[in-house]
């Protein structure tokens, strides 16, 4: 389809943009196509332009619509809305082409895109804002301006200025300073990672950080520096920085229990790619594993050695998480580690360990974070394990079911374990004179309800008859109600 002129509506897009007064034109012809036509705005039934005569020109048109009398500032009516009102109030600037009449003689300002037309203020009511001049992809068809984009390039920011790292060797009694910074010691691990380091230059920075080694590797930025450091030297020089840590055992347990030192140390344990240099380290982590295990930095290396090392370097470890193993089973991060040496460590240890956890289930069991370690061991669903943790709380459910965090323990033991075992618990709490205390108790309910869940035959048919024969109890005990909802539900599934 040709455009104006016998353009293309490619080519006339780009004139339109490019050409002021062909804009001004287009957008005049425009109007006066929308005044001719009022079809396209949807207004033939609107009275303003209701066109009695077919033949009638625009003069008359405007005349009829009182449009040309002098002093008229009345509004076009109620019912002129939306685009049309736009139309008038952002566009309209009172000239047509090929004619010399105008809509007005009074309150005339001339208008800055349209040298030769004026504008009658007075068209517009005086709550509405001052037009401002349309743009062309306003007026233009939509047909015509989306058949091709305009490209607009992205405004280009100002880079800053890149900040250069001199020469290694121009940085000798700075080192540690640059490392410390935050930029400075991005640039190092740059140079350490990417560019081809001589001996030289990597003895030189070694020379550089040995006396503030401790230091930089707690550091928030320097630990970086000193991982990339590591992994770029030498057998040679990663002996060397070995040494240096271990030197002082104090300053060693410093590093380790730090929350960037305790990274460094594992990714030096990653990166000692011989087992003399491996060993060596963990035989000065043996004296402090107790310590790490119970730490909130440290543990997180024990971890690192339970899932990076073979089974005969775990072994150095092993004697000491053993012989403290209830210690670490009540502290926080503790319980969390053995919990993982359970899984990690070979049978014999494991053995070992379970038997201390075996010993003193019941402490555990009461503990707020030794629970958490019978609970695991009772979820590995070894047999002999699990028979032997509830062999050692016989006697002590219901004590335990008023417990925050026994009653968690005795609620595994009805899970995990087998038919038998579940009702010989069960029966033991029923037989006890406070089981109905139990029923109604803010820890003991759920114990009843996980009972009710698990139990089957006679024992379920023993525990019902027990719950409704206290009916009048529970049902004013807001716990005991939970546990009288639980029956319902049971019985509705049956």
């Given at each position: 389809m040709e455009g104006f002129g016998g353009d293309a509506p490619e080519d006339l897009q780009w004139r339109l943009m490019t050409n002021l007064s062909l804009q001004n034109q287009f957008q005049i012809n425009d109007?006066?196509?929308?005044?001719?036509?009022?079809?396209?705005?949807?207004?033939?039934?609107?009275?303003?332009?209701?066109?009695?005569?077919?033949?009638?020109?625009?003069?008359?048109?405007?005349?009829?619509?009182?449009?040309?009398?002098?002093?008229?500032?009345?509004?076009?009516?109620?019912?002129?809305?939306?685009?049309?009102?736009?139309?008038?109030?952002?566009?309209?600037?009172?000239?047509?082409?090929?004619?010399?009449?105008?809509?007005?003689?009074?309150?005339?300002?001339?208008?800055?895109?349209?040298?030769?037309?004026?504008?009658?203020?007075?068209?517009?009511?005086?709550?509405?804002?001052?037009?401002?001049?349309?743009?062309?992809?306003?007026?233009?068809?939509?047909?015509?301006?989306?058949?091709?984009?305009?490209?607009?390039?992205?405004?280009?920011?100002?880079?800053?200025?890149?900040?250069?790292?001199?020469?290694?060797?121009?940085?000798?009694?700075?080192?540690c300073a640059v490392a410390k910074d935050q930029n400075g010691c991005r640039l190092l691990q740059k140079k350490l990672e990417h560019e081809i380091i001589s001996d030289e230059e990597i003895g030189m920075i070694f020379m550089e950080v040995k006396d503030q080694l401790h230091v930089l590797m707690v550091h928030r930025f320097a630990n970086y520096f000193i991982q990339k450091l590591f992994k770029a030297s030498n057998q040679e020089i990663r002996t060397q920085l070995l040494l240096l840590l271990v030197r002082s055992p104090q300053r060693f347990l410093e590093v380790c229990t730090d929350v960037h030192g305790s990274r460094t140390v594992q990714k030096f344990l990653d990166r000692s790619t011989s087992m003399e240099q491996r060993c060596f380290l963990l035989s000065f982590l043996k004296p402090i594993a107790v310590t790490l295990t119970n730490n909130s930095s440290g543990h997180h290396i024990i971890l690192?050695?339970?899932?990076?090392?073979?089974?005969?370097?775990?072994?150095?470890?092993?004697?000491?998480?053993?012989?403290?193993?209830?210690?670490?089973?009540?502290?926080?991060?503790?319980?969390?580690?053995?919990?993982?040496?359970?899984?990690?460590?070979?049978?014999?240890?494991?053995?070992?360990?379970?038997?201390?956890?075996?010993?003193?289930?019941?402490?555990?069991?009461?503990?707020?974070?030794?629970?958490?370690?019978?609970?695991?061991?009772?979820?590995?669903?070894?047999?002999?394990?699990?028979?032997?943790?509830?062999?050692?709380?016989?006697?002590?459910?219901?004590?335990?079911?008023?417990?925050?965090?026994?009653?968690?323990?005795?609620?595994?033991?009805?899970?995990?374990?087998?038919?038998?075992?579940?009702?010989?618990?069960?029966?033991?709490?029923?037989?006890?004179?406070?089981?109905?205390?139990?029923?109604?108790?803010?820890?003991?309910?759920?114990?009843a309800q996980s009972a009710l869940s698990v139990s089957k035959g006679d024992i379920h048919d023993a525990l019902l008859a027990f719950i409704w024969h206290n009916y009048t109890f529970l049902q004013s005990n807001p716990f005991g109600r939970m546990v009288l909802s639980r029956t319902k539900c049971r019985k509705n599934r049956t």
């Open positions: 109007y006066v196509h929308v005044f001719t036509n009022p079809s396209n705005l949807g207004l033939q039934g609107h009275g303003v332009f209701q066109f009695q005569n077919p033949n009638e020109s625009l003069e008359e048109s405007f005349a009829r619509m009182n449009l040309n009398q002098t002093g008229n500032t009345r509004v076009l009516g109620p019912g002129l809305r939306g685009p049309t009102m736009e139309l008038f109030r952002d566009g309209f600037h009172g000239g047509y082409p090929n004619s010399t009449m105008s809509l007005g003689s009074q309150n005339m300002v001339r208008s800055p895109n349209f040298p030769g037309n004026i504008v009658d203020n007075s068209f517009f009511d005086t709550n509405i804002q001052r037009s401002i001049m349309p743009l062309w992809t306003d007026v233009l068809p939509r047909s015509m301006y989306n058949q091709r984009s305009v490209f607009c390039p992205p405004r280009q920011r100002p880079r800053p200025p890149r900040c250069l790292l001199p020469p290694l060797n121009e940085l000798k009694g700075q080192v690192h050695c339970l899932y990076n090392l073979s089974n005969k370097e775990k072994r150095l470890l092993a004697d000491e998480i053993v012989q403290h193993c209830i210690s670490i089973a009540t502290n926080k991060s503790g319980c969390c580690v053995l919990q993982q040496c359970l899984v990690n460590f070979d049978a014999e240890v494991r053995d070992h360990l379970l038997d201390q956890i075996i010993a003193n289930a019941l402490l555990l069991s009461e503990d707020e974070f030794g629970n958490y370690v019978v609970q695991y061991v009772l979820g590995l669903r070894i047999d002999d394990a699990t028979e032997a943790i509830i062999g050692r709380l016989g006697g002590s459910f219901v004590t335990l079911s008023f417990n925050k965090y026994g009653s968690n323990v005795v609620e595994k033991c009805l899970k995990e374990s087998g038919d038998e075992l579940s009702s010989r618990i069960i029966m033991e709490i029923i037989n006890d004179p406070d089981f109905v205390k139990v029923i109604g108790h803010d820890y003991g309910n759920y114990v």
